[in-house]
């Protein structure tokens, strides 16, 4: 909202005005501020007139955590937790004996799926995420399929076999998948579009001592390049080349 104090107290003024001329009163107990920046002083409450504001490190904002280090694992880590719960809300049917496969894989990707990958589009995943997703992913899968008979025995049903089993990309490829169905949805946005204005804009200040975080753009551009794609970003304007940049992406091994 601001990036000064005396911005943020004419920001909330403001708020506060407009949200009484429409009959609004703000709650102050389940308002809240978080701080992004280097400045270690503002470690208290804020008060703003019979206001008092609670400083938090992160808070839940339309499903998704948002935090002041923009760590995308703590997101993961709430995904998981939610998809957990609703695996083992739906354990007994995929331990059942009487529902097919088929329709335990169905169970998997309607209620179980869509609530570990709320808001993925927008993930910047380290290689650590995309393991224990990838875990958690398989451990349903091996419930739903079991062992297989090798040569008289019983053994685990290796990676492969799971997906194959499954008739779907593992989670990391779905990930990517999406990710880039919603790069292109963002660049053909208008020019006033928030997302494309953010995408699109180059911060003036220089990046601090050290390696740089990875960004999201990074991770888009990191996977267009394994499949040959220069200039996404005018590639991506062309909607019909990029759904056959999207089939490519799907047909190939190492997205």
Known sequence: MARTIPGLNEAFLNLEKCARSMGLVINHEKTVYIYSGKDTTLHHDLAK????????DNFKYLGTMVNKMNNRSVEVNARLT?????????????????ISRN????LYKTPIRPVLT????????SKQDEHRLSIFERKILRRIYGPVMDCGRWRIRT???LYQQCGENDFVKFFKLSRLRWTEHVICQDDDDLSRRVLLSKPGEKRARGRPRLRWEDDVEEDVARLGCRNWKVVALNRE???KLLKEAE?????
């Open 251 to 255: 047909a190939h091994p190492g997205l």
């Open 118 to 125: 709320y808001g993925a589009e927008t993930w910047v995943l």
């Open 241 to 243: 080349g990029w759904r």
């Open 159 to 161: 990676n492969q076999e």
């Open 103 to 106: 329709t335990k894989t169905l």
């Open 49 to 56: 007139g019979n206001y008092i504001f609670k400083r938090v």
């Open 82 to 98: 939610m998809a957990i719960r609703a695996y083992y809300g739906l354990q007994n049917h995929t331990k059942s004996r009487i």
